[in-house]
């Protein structure tokens, strides 16, 4: 069964920078049958996009709170995107998530690590929040509790907030 509590981890909401709406890096992945995905595939959602791998201490503690979060962020729309940087793709996180019971998020994987660089970053668990619109409004380096109210709340006020349109010159 998987671990449901952070109880031991920082309120993500407390440790996150957020900032003006900007465009997220250009993340690369594959899911679990292969296909190549980015993040404008998922634009009209909110999302928490974390760099992860199986190997990684704070990665083991945090993702159990994801698993967690997701069937409420599901309510509203909201997905986790947890892309693993192992080396070893897609079979070392099947492994993963069948010895740990996770079953609801997405085996995402991208082996060759080019999303750390993308991410400009050589540490993870690194997470992003993105809102419907596909702008990155909020980026936490290391570990944290992603199974909180104040974390809830922010996602659900960003899924029902109307997003700016885009600015066009005639």
């Not at 709170?65 to 070392?92: C, H, M």
């Not at 974390?151 to 960003?158: A, G, H, I, K, R």
């Amino acid at each position: 069964m998987a671990q449901t509590a952070g109880a031991d981890m920082p309120d993500a909401a407390l440790g996150w920078t957020r900032f003006a709406p900007v465009a997220p890096p250009a993340l690369k992945f594959q899911d679990d049958k292969g296909k190549s995905l980015s993040l404008a595939d998922f634009k009209g959602h909110v999302l928490l996009v974390n760099l992860w791998a199986t190997w990684c201490g704070p990665c083991k503690e945090e993702l159990p709170t994801f698993a967690a979060l997701a069937p409420k962020l599901a309510k509203f729309g909201g997905l986790i995107l947890p892309i693993s940087i192992d080396v070893d793709g897609l079979p070392a996180v099947q492994a993963y998530f069948a010895l740990h019971g996770i079953r609801n998020l997405p085996m995402l994987v991208n082996p060759d690590g080019d999303d750390l660089d993308l991410m400009n970053t050589d540490g993870i668990p690194v997470t992003l929040v993105i809102n419907p619109a596909g702008k990155a409004v909020a980026r936490l380096d290391g570990g944290a509790d992603w199974n909180t109210k104040d974390v809830l709340d922010f996602l659900q006020d960003l899924a029902r907030k109307p997003q700016a349109p885009a600015i066009t010159q005639t």
